[in-house]
């Protein structure tokens, strides 16, 4: 590139004001032929005026010795025929040369060109040096838009090479942001919008909703079973609804449309399915305990009747089963019970274990 450079700027100083070297050098040439010829010339005058020097000398000498005070004195006085006939010859040239020259003056170019104002050197100066000076500011954007389009040129067949390279990047890189989005759950492949892991808890969830739809119809008389569902609400995300099966009207509906005790025992169905579930895959590890934070004051006397059938054959199966409530009626059911006490000076706590109380 080094090399290259000063290559080219040898070149722009070969070329100089012109477009290209071989203009140049022909525009040389030419030079050169004219101030050789005008050499010539120069040396052919010099050669001339001593010739005519030694001449007028010698004539000056013949003349003297002649006895005339001057060649003129002598010329006057003697013409030989020779001379006679030269300048005879030299008239009819002279006349011809006249004759020619009133002829081209009588022409109408001609004419018309004398009856034109008088030329105006420095003006055409003027112009000519403003010529030379765009012709020099064209070679230069002429020389400026080359190089900016080997740039070019340059940046094409990189970008070319790069794009090429790119090719086989792009190709795994739509390949694994396609895979991307559809587990995202963003892709237009994906109609559900859901997402892998939301896929994956799908499958879990079908298993808890079916351990929990045992628990469920005992406890609604056999009215009630959970379903997973993975349609679509809205612009919400599909794969993890649930969805109530109504006995009594055959539809399938939205577990919001339950009702306050509805939900609470659906709600106890589905941990209690949890807990199955999760003994399931721990390799039969049991969950021994599970505690109830109130919602009992929303069931109805058959209702909370059949829940605590359901807790009773768990504590039958040898697991602890917690309920925290203010309803009274469960002090019937339950003969062990922790009672918190407000008094004075703080709560206490005192154990019921059928009618005895013990405070603490």
Excluded: C
């Excluded at 010739?51 to 003129?72: I, S």
């Excluded at 040239?93 to 009856?115: F, I, Y």
């Excluded at 064209?138 to 389009?149: F, G, K, T």
């Excluded at 003994?279 to 109130?294: K, M, N, Q, S, Y």
């Amino acid at each position: 590139d080094q090399e290259r450079a000063a290559l080219d700027e040898e070149l722009d100083r070969g070329r100089g004001a012109f477009a290209t070297v071989a203009e140049h050098a022909a525009r040389l040439e030419r030079r050169i032929d004219l101030l050789t010829e005008a050499a010539d010339t120069v040396r052919a005058a010099e050669l001339a005026d001593r010739r005519l020097k030694e001449a007028d000398a010698r004539l000056a000498d013949a003349a003297y010795q002649e006895g005339f005070a001057t060649p003129d004195e002598a010329a006057e006085a003697f013409l030989d025929e020779g001379e006679r006939r030269g300048a005879e010859e030299r008239l009819h040239v002279w006349q011809a040369e006249e004759a020619v020259v009133a002829d081209r003056l009588a022409e109408p170019g001609t004419a018309a060109a004398a009856a034109l104002p008088p030329a105006d050197p420095a003006a055409a100066e003027a112009a000519h040096t403003a010529a030379e000076r765009a012709l020099r500011e064209a070679d230069s954007a002429l020389a400026a838009a080359r190089e900016r389009a080997a740039n070019l040129t340059d940046l094409s067949r990189r970008a070319a090479a790069e794009v090429h390279r790119l090719g086989p990047l792009r190709e795994e890189y739509e390949r694994v942001a396609r895979l991307a989005a559809l587990t995202a759950g963003t892709s237009a492949e994906n109609e559900r919008r859901m997402r892998l892991e939301s896929y994956v808890l799908a499958a879990r969830l079908e298993q808890v909703a079916a351990a929990a739809t045992a628990r469920l119809l005992r406890m609604s008389s056999g009215r009630y079973t959970l379903v997973h569902s993975d349609a679509r609400s809205g612009a919400k995300r599909a794969g993890l609804g649930l969805h109530v099966v109504d006995a009594w009207t055959g539809n399938e509906r939205d577990t919001a449309t339950l009702s306050g005790g509805e939900t609470f025992f659906a709600s106890l169905a589905l941990a209690l399915g949890l807990a199955d579930v999760v003994t399931d895959e721990a390799g039969g590890v049991r969950l021994d305990t599970l505690f109830i934070d109130e919602g009992f004051g929303s069931l109805d006397e058959q209702t909370l009747d059949e829940v605590l059938d359901v807790l009773d054959s768990l504590r039958e199966r040898d697991r602890s089963v917690g309920i925290v409530s203010h309803v009274g009626d469960l002090r019937r059911r339950i003969p062990a019970q922790l009672e918190v006490v407000k008094e004075r000076h703080g709560s206490a706590v005192r154990l019921r274990a059928g009618g005895d109380a013990l405070s603490g």
